[in-house]
Structure formats: C-alpha cells, structure tokens
C-alpha cells in the first residue's frame, strides 16, 4: 500500500512541475536534487546503518518522508506551492531516502539471511513493479478527476501502515554492529569495493543503467504531454506500462537469466536490448506504441537493477554490507544528478526525441565496448567469496 502511494506522489509530483513550467530542465533539476543526497551523503548514509539498529533507522526516515509527503500536499492543497518549494522538499526528500535505502537494502538481507539475499531482493522488486503498474495510473485518474492534491494525501496515509509493520518486524542480524569512526569504516568499505573487480564491473553496468535510462524516465511529463498530445492519464498509462515490463521482467525472465553462467553477460545484454527499444521509442508517435516500448525497455532494466543490487550484496561480507551498498548507490546515484541535468537540458534545447535517441544508442555502444574486453573472460572472483552460483568472472 505504501509503495503504491509513493509512485502515486511520483508521478503527481513530475505532473506538477510539469504544470508549472513546461520545462524539461525543470524536470531535471527536481531529479537533480532528488539523486544528489546520494553523493553527497554516501560516506554515511552506509557507516550510519553499519553502526545503529537499521530498524529504527526506517522507523524515523519512513515518518519524515510521510511529513515531507503531508506538507507537500497541504502546499497544493491551498494553492500555496511555488517551483521552490518543490526544489527545496525534493533535496530534503532526496537526503532521508539516501539513509532509507541504504538501510533497507541491508535490512532485508538481514531478514532473509545470507542464502537468500537474491531471492529477498527479487520479492522486493517485484512488489516495487508491481505497485509501479497501479500507482501512477491511480494517479493520472485522479489528477484527471480531482485533482493533484489527493496522491500527496493518500501517499503520507499510506506511510503510516510502513512504520507499523517496521515496529512489528524484528530481523536478526549477522556479526556486531560496527565501531571506530565514521569515515574511516568509509574508507574500508571503498578499499574492499577498489579491490573486488567483480564489483566495480556490476557498478559500470548499474550505472549506465542509472545514467542514461533514468534521466529518460524524467521526460515522461513531457512526452506525454508534447509527443502524444495527452494529459495525466496518459502519464500514468506510460508510467504503468513500464512497472508492468519491469515486472515480467523480474518475475518471468530473471529466473531464467539466473541459469546464464555469466550474469554479467545477461545485465550487459539486458542494456542493449533496452538501448533497442529507447531508440524505437525515440521515434513513436502512438499512445499504445509508445506503452510497448516503455513495457519493453523496462524488461530489461529490471534485471540490471536487482541483478546488480543481489549480487553485489552476495559478495559482500554481513558487517560491509550497508556500506558497499552506499558506496553502490553513491557512484550511481552521483551520476544521476548530472544526467537528470544534462538530458533535461538538453531535451529543451535539441528536443525530446533526438535526446532520446542519444540515450539509447548509448545504452547499446557502452555495454557493447565492455562485453568484448578480453580480461572480462580471464580474470577471476577473489578468494574467500561463498560463491553460491556461477557468475562472471571478475574484471
């Protein structure tokens, strides 16, 4: 219930904007200071979930993210909102999430247990998909009916059933809660992440991910607005045809890109074929058309993401865990903000579709120059690792 609310503020939040400005670098700055937390607070968000009970740690960001959620929707409400506020909120936003997800990411492997992190990681994917199908169609239909306020509503209501199942969850966790300071457990979750090749492989291929097929989920508001001559509904259809591809792809093709003996080949190839489909939705000027290439590219971007995010826990020791996935989504996420920018800036100068289009041919070129790297084949995962499936080689 409370990740349908949180892709119902989504998208009411990107059709707000969207309302405000009619501007593509808009979209982008709201992106921009909704990633940039992740940089700027990646040496902690990791050391703090390492140290304290990552219980309480959801606890007090899930009630500020339901307080930013509220005032928000009070702001709408009244006709109070202006551009700033939603900069200001996004960023406050932005810097609760860095230290939620963190924590969640090593919370549930904490639930699940070592043998069973993929698996957790998978479940938890899949309710995020499939929440992504419902809650921005909820939310186009009632943008169109009622209004914008209603999904900030019902999204700060539907985070009170989160804190209640988190204070009735009890996990056991693995090893002792880590001491000494803050930056120097820093400092060894990034020299454990410099020497793992494995690792540093995962994030190349995450982060063209994050980089070029994020920045063009932002645009959605636009497309739909300029390309297909639509309104919110047609925002929630696109929004909800690409949960339910990420879905499928998370439920019906991941098991079977779990066989592959090399994943890394199966997420460099799950790039391409979503590079593909970005670069036939470059060029649609269909509604439905439009739907199947959001439904198509999402696929693929589904295995990158959990593939990237359960094997990079995998290989990671229980008490580096919180902080090799902080350092993950640092990287990623530092990336981000830039693309958010860049593409949303370069969409109003050049046009959505040509930016488009750049994006998926990048997103078919990168991963297609590391697939052919020789040393990808021959070099291989260091010692000490439980290797609980065959996987790539390290890099």
């Known amino acids: 219930m409370s990740l349908i609310g949180d892709w119902m503020q989504q998208t009411a939040q ?8 009619h501007s593509t670098t808009a979209l982008g700055v709201v992106a921009f200071f909704s990633q940039i937390p992740f940089f700027l607070f990646g040496p902690w968000v990791g050391v703090v979930s390492d140290r304290y009970d990552r219980r309480k740690i959801l606890l007090v960001t899930q009630f500020l993210i339901m307080l930013f959620a509220f005032i928000l929707a009070a702001l709408v409400q009244w006709h109070w909102l202006k551009l700033w506020h939603v900069y ?32 957790a990681v998978a479940l938890n994917n899949s309710l995020t998909q499939l929440t992504r199908l419902v809650g921005p169609s909820i939310a186009g239909w009632l943008i169109a009916q009622v209004g914008v306020a209603p999904s900030f509503w019902l999204n700060g209501l539907t985070i009170i059933i989160t804190i209640l199942c988190i204070a009735a969850v009890r996990a056991h966790r693995d090893g002792p809660a880590e001491t000494g300071s803050g930056l120097q457990q820093f400092r060894e979750g990034w020299l454990f992440f410099r020497k793992h090749g494995l690792l540093q492989l995962i994030m190349i291929f995450a982060a063209v991910q994050a980089f070029f097929g994020l920045s063009t989920i932002q645009l959605l508001p636009a497309v739909a607005s300029d390309i297909l001559k639509g309104n919110a ?15 499928i792809g998370i439920v019906v093709v991941m098991p079977f890109v779990e066989q592959i003996k090399r994943p890394c080949m199966a997420i460099g190839g799950a790039l391409i074929w979503s590079g593909v489909w970005y670069i036939l939705f470059s060029r649609s000027h269909g509604l439905y058309f439009t739907m199947l290439c959001q439904f198509m ?27 090799i ?9 530092g990336l981000q903000p830039v693309a ?22 990048s997103m078919i070129l990168i991963p297609a120059a590391l697939l052919t790297l020789p040393r990808l084949h021959q070099l291989r995962r260091p010692a ?3 290797k609980p499936k065959d996987h790539c080689v390290g890099f």
Do not use: C
Not at 106 to 119: E, L, Q, V
Not at 233 to 247: N, P
Not at 308 to 314: A, F, K, M, N, P
Not at 350 to 357: E, Y
């Open 14 to 21: 990107a059709w707000v904007v969207w309302e405000l400005t």
């Open 88 to 119: 200001v909120l996004a960023f406050l936003l932005g810097i609760v999430t860095a230290f939620d997800v963190t924590a969640e990411q090593a919370f549930m492997s904490d639930i699940a247990g070592a043998g069973n992190i993929r698996k």
């Open 233 to 247: 509904s047609t925002l929630g259809l696109l929004l909800g045809a690409a949960g339910g591809g990420a879905l």
């Open 297 to 323: 590219a999402s696929l693929g971007a589904a295995n990158v993401v959990t593939l990237s995010i359960g094997l990079s826990q995998e290989l990671t020791p229980p008490g580096m865990r919180a902080r």
């Open 325 to 333: 996935v902080s350092t993950f989504l640092m990287i990623i996420f």
């Open 340 to 361: 958010s920018y860049l593409v949303g800036a370069g969409a109003h100068q050049f046009g959505l579709q040509p930016i488009i289009l750049v994006n998926g041919i």
């Open 384 to 386: 000490g690792v439980e």
